[in-house]
Structures are given as C-alpha cells and as structure tokens.
T-cell receptor, first 112, second 114 residues
Framework: DAGVTQSPTHLIKTRGQHVTLRCSPI?????VSWYQQVLGQGPQFIFQ???????GRGNFPDRFSARQFPNYSSELNVNALLLGDSALYLC???????????FGDGTRLSIL | AQSVTQPDIHITVSEGASLELRCNYS??????LFWYVQSPGQGLQLLLK??????LVQGIKGFEAEFKRSQSSFNLRKPSVHWSDAAEYFC????????????FGKGTKLSVIP
C-alpha cells in the first residue's frame, strides 16, 4: 500500500506570495493533520481534519488555512508568505483515534 | 502549559554500544506517547507507541521504550546501536486521546561512530 504522499517535494516562493501544498493520505485513513517543522526544531501542529471537518487548529495565524476533500486528500494554503514560513511541511494520516499517525516525506518550502 | 522535553540535543555513541534517549512530558493525565525517527530530508517514521497496558513497549529496528508514570518519562533504548541508526529522534505526546494532535519535543540528534 502507498504511504502518505505529498506534493510538491520542494517549492521556492517569494515574500507576499501564496502557496498550496497537497497531501494524499493512506488509503482508508480519514484523518489528515498538518505540521510545520522549522530547521532544528520538532514539528508543530497546524491543523487536523477528520471526515472533511476541521477538528483542531494550532497556534498559527489566519494566513494558514486548509481543507479536506471527499476523497480525504487535503490542501494546506498559506497566504502572504513571510520569510519565517520557510520550513518542512509535513502531512500525517491516521485511521482511528487510537491508531498512530503516519507521516509523508514533506514539502520543503523556501521563501526568498 | 503542556510540554515535551528532550534534554539531549546531540548524542554520539560508538557502534555496538547501548543507547538511551530521554523524554519527559509535562501533563496531568497519561497521554498517548510516541517515538519517531527522521533521517535527513525525510519525513517521520514511527518507532513505537504507548497507549496503555504494559509499560515496556517494543518497536521496530530493535528499539524499546519504557513509560514511567512517576517520572513522567518515556525513554527510548536500544541495546546495540548500528551505524544506520544515525538520525534525529523525536518524542511526541497526544495530550488528549483521540485528538490526533501531537506535541513534539525538539529532538535528539544521534551520531554513531564506526
């Protein structure tokens, strides 16, 4: 079975632009979560979606938004990019609440 | 505030030596506990998890971890380290069961000397 897939792998943007990152969960997984990992730090929780509904939001500004589609794939959108948004963005999926999350390889976003 | 602490930023061990990576959490109840490993430029791979029951849990790649409620700790161990274990290790907690929201420590980078 395919794991969590994320696209694109790498992305370079300039300040003020917006970006859309995509995630396909493991087949059968209905929960998708997004994390931001700044260089040298552990991942920080951004959003969690379950059955297309937002179930959790971390301490991130409103420039960050996300959605989940009927096929359980998900998009993370970031508007008005800042230099500090440069990070590895990780997507994780899970089947049930008592099952661990499985992570994709991430999208490396660089802001110039 | 709830937090996860990994006191060691960087650990170097010789190949074949034993390993213990420390993790402490600050939270009133017993959360779900995880250890993940991350190789450079890659995502996170789950090593093991603790939800309830036996406090000594076995994971992949020969790793184990022990949950100690009295110390709010969940330390990761391996009896004999291989060069391929060099990576960054993250302890994580799910503070509210079923929340899917993981809080991670800052990670411990493991270097292995041949």
């Amino acid at each position: 079975d395919a794991g969590v897939t994320q696209s694109p792998t790498h992305l370079i943007k300039t300040r003020g632009q917006h970006v859309t990152l995509r995630c396909s969960p493991i087949s059968g997984h209905k929960s998708v979560s997004w994390y931001q990992q700044v260089l040298g730090q552990g991942p920080q929780f951004i959003f969690q979606y379950y059955e297309k509904e937002e179930r959790g939001r971390g301490n991130f500004p409103d420039r960050f938004s996300a959605r989940q589609f009927p096929n359980y794939s998900s998009e993370l959108n970031v508007n008005a990019l800042l230099l500090g948004d440069s990070a590895l963005y990780l997507c994780a999926s899970s089947q049930y609440s008592n099952q661990p999350q499985h992570f994709g390889d991430g999208t490396r976003l660089s802001i110039l | 505030a709830q937090s996860v602490t990994q006191p060691d930023i960087h650990i170097t061990v010789s190949e074949g030596a034993s390993l213990e990576l420390r993790c402490n959490y600050s939270y009133g109840a017993t959360p779900y506990l995880f250890w993940y490993v991350q190789s450079p430029g890659q995502g996170l791979q789950l090593l093991l998890k603790y939800f309830s029951g036996d406090t000594l849990v076995q994971g992949i790649k020969g790793f184990e971890a022990e949950f100690k409620r009295s110390q709010s700790s969940f330390n990761l161990r391996k009896p004999s380290v291989h060069w391929s274990d060099a990576a960054e290790y993250f302890c994580a907690v799910e503070l509210r069961a079923g929340s899917y929201q993981l809080t991670f420590g800052k990670g411990t980078k493991l270097s292995v000397i041949p």
